[in-house]
């Protein structure tokens, strides 16, 4: 075997790249769970005593993680005052409380990897690891990864872009938001459409009970409910609208959970189908998006579909061509992209 030798320190430099972003996962947890993004916000420019003072916890510590944080660009030193920041975008993606909360996303490999044995023995054997038996760090990572991007796209343009969808919604509609996990999503529409009563479904209890905590917390448990229900078999007709948002691609059956969509739905409701952002062709996916999405499906999605019978394991890139062709199985007759972002792909489908 000969060795290209810069093709060799360009693959070493990848894991050294990837190995850090392995420790910035766990210093990211650390600054969202000690609050030491917003007491560097609080406080900035600041010197780690600074910072170490307004979150209450030790300097030494706070000045060795605001240098990995500095040295993954996470936030910003100054060397002549040897002081540190964070800039708007910084302040806005990890220390805004109204803002992206990205570091929450790091809870998900970490929460997976305690799992890490049970998912190998999966891999090695052909068989699945259930959504429900992660660590429930990983419950709180999906949702707070996905949550900003529900919140700044659901009601100003996914909905608008639904044919006559927003005017049902503020009439007063039946809606049912299916695999709703803690219910963002769900609260969010009823948050937004006061006239609609919308009901969440998952088949996780604990996160139902989540959400069902939330909709109180919220002022909306007049508007909106939870149920345990599976979304193959979630009660109820007659739905103007039926929502999945990042879900369906999980379920070890899509197919028979869109057919029964299509069969809860109106004679004039709408199936608002949200997936993960995903050309067809794997090779137009080899970016870093897709090499996010397909890391987490393995450990996730796939590995819950393998679960059960069919076991279609459609994974988190599955595609429109793939996505457009299971619904028009399962009974529409009209399926387009109503929008898009780069994480997210909105699929409206009518009967």
Same mark, same amino acid.
């Given at each position: 075997?000969?060795?290209? $030798? ?18 910035? /996962?766990?210093?990211?947890? #650390? ?5 030491? &993004? ?16 307004? =979150?209450?916890?030790? $300097? ?9 944080? =500095?040295?993954?660009? @996470? ?19 990890? +220390? ?5 909360? =990205? ?10 990897? *305690? ?5 190998? %023995? ?17 419950? $709180?990572?999906?949702? *707070?990864?996905? *949550? ?15 044919? !006559? ?17 803690? !219910? ?6 009823? +948050?937004? &459409? ?32 939870? $149920? ?10 007659? &739905? ?40 067809? *062709? ?10 996010? @999405? ?21 994974? +988190? ?21 109503? /929008? %898009? ?5 909105? #699929?409206?489908?009518?009967?």
């Amino acid at each position: 075997m000969s060795v290209d $030798e810069a093709e060799l320190n360009n693959l070493l430099g990848r894991l050294v790249v990837d190995v850090g972003a392995s420790f910035q /996962a766990l210093g990211a947890v #650390l600054g969202d769970r000690l609050g030491l &993004y917003r007491a560097l916000l609080a406080v900035m420019p600041a010197l780690p005593g600074d910072v170490a003072r307004e =979150a209450g916890v030790d $300097e030494r510590y706070v000045r060795e993680w605001l240098a990995a944080q =500095a040295a993954g660009g @996470y936030v910003s030193y100054d060397p002549e005052s040897e002081r540190f920041s964070l800039t708007e975008e910084q302040a806005f993606v990890l +220390a805004d409380p109204d803002g992206m909360q =990205a570091a929450a996303a790091f809870l998900i490999p970490l929460g997976a990897g *305690r799992n890490i044995d049970r998912i190998a %023995e999966a891999v090695r054997t052909g068989g699945g690891f259930p959504w429900h038996a992660h660590d429930p760090q990983v419950f $709180e990572g999906t949702e *707070r990864f996905f *949550r900003p991007g529900y919140v700044a796209n659901l009601v100003s343009s996914w909905i608008p872009a639904l044919d !006559g969808v927003e005017d049902k919604l503020r009439a007063g509609a039946r809606v049912a938001d299916v695999g709703c996990g803690h !219910g963002a999503s769900t609260l969010l529409l009823a +948050a937004s &459409y006061p006239r609609s009563q919308v009901v969440g479904f998952d088949y996780h209890e604990l996160s139902v009970r989540q959400a069902r905590e939330r909709a109180v917390d919220g002022g909306l448990a007049d508007r909106v409910s939870f $149920e345990v229900a599976s979304a193959a078999g979630f009660p109820g007709e007659g &739905y103007d609208l039926v929502a999945v948002f990042d879900a369906l691609h999980d379920m070890p059956d899509p197919l028979t959970a869109a057919r029964h969509i299509r069969e809860t739905l109106a004679e004039d409701g709408t199936f608002l189908l949200v997936e993960p952002y995903a050309n067809d *062709r794997l090779e137009d996916n080899l970016n870093p998006v897709g090499r996010l @999405y397909y890391g987490a499906s393995t450990v996730g999605c796939v590995a819950h579909s393998m679960t059960e019978e069919p076991r279609t394991a459609l994974g +988190a890139q599955a595609g429109e061509a793939r996505l457009t062709d299971l619904l028009h199985d399962a009974g529409f007759g009209r399926v387009r992209r109503a /929008a %898009e972002t780069p994480f997210n792909m909105v #699929l409206e489908a009518r009967p």
